[in-house]
Nanobody, 119 residues
Framework: QVRLVESGGGLVQAGGSLRLSCAAS????????TGWYRQASGKQRELVAV???????NYLESVKGRFTVSRDNAKNTVFLQMNSLKPEDTAVYYC?????????????WGQGTQVTVSS
């Protein structure tokens, strides 16, 4: 089992920055990759950024060059630095981690943190 706790959301003006944090606890050595998803009101949840155990990162096209995912292994924490925020970035952001189980991926989710970008 893995527990994820997010922090760092809030209200910011367009063009501003926020940094989200995701602290992991439990069986963290089983984690294959950690990512950030977001879900805007009335829309499906989408993958924003992911970092694998090996350090490979991948981003949603619309956030490339503005968002950066990173991690601090000593603190078991993954970050999402969000710069040049736009109103369309407004959503609930969820931390996600997955491990590879015998029947496929097993996903763990944080509680979500609201990010609101005003125009």
């Amino acid at each position: 089992q893995v527990r994820l706790v997010e922090s760092g959301g809030g209200l910011v003006q367009a063009g501003g920055s926020l940094r989200l944090s995701c602290a992991a606890s439990g069986n963290i050595f089983s984690i294959n990759a950690t990512g950030w998803y977001r879900q805007a009101s009335g829309k499906q949840r989408e993958l924003v950024a992911v970092i694998t155990r090996g350090g490979t990162t991948n981003y949603l096209e619309s956030v490339k060059g503005r968002f950066t995912v990173s991690r601090d292994n000593a603190k078991n924490t993954v970050f999402l630095q969000m710069n040049s925020l736009k109103p369309e970035d407004t959503a609930v952001y969820y931390c996600n981690a997955h491990e590879l189980g015998p029947y496929g991926k097993v996903h763990y989710w944080g509680q979500g943190t609201q990010v609101t970008v005003s125009s």
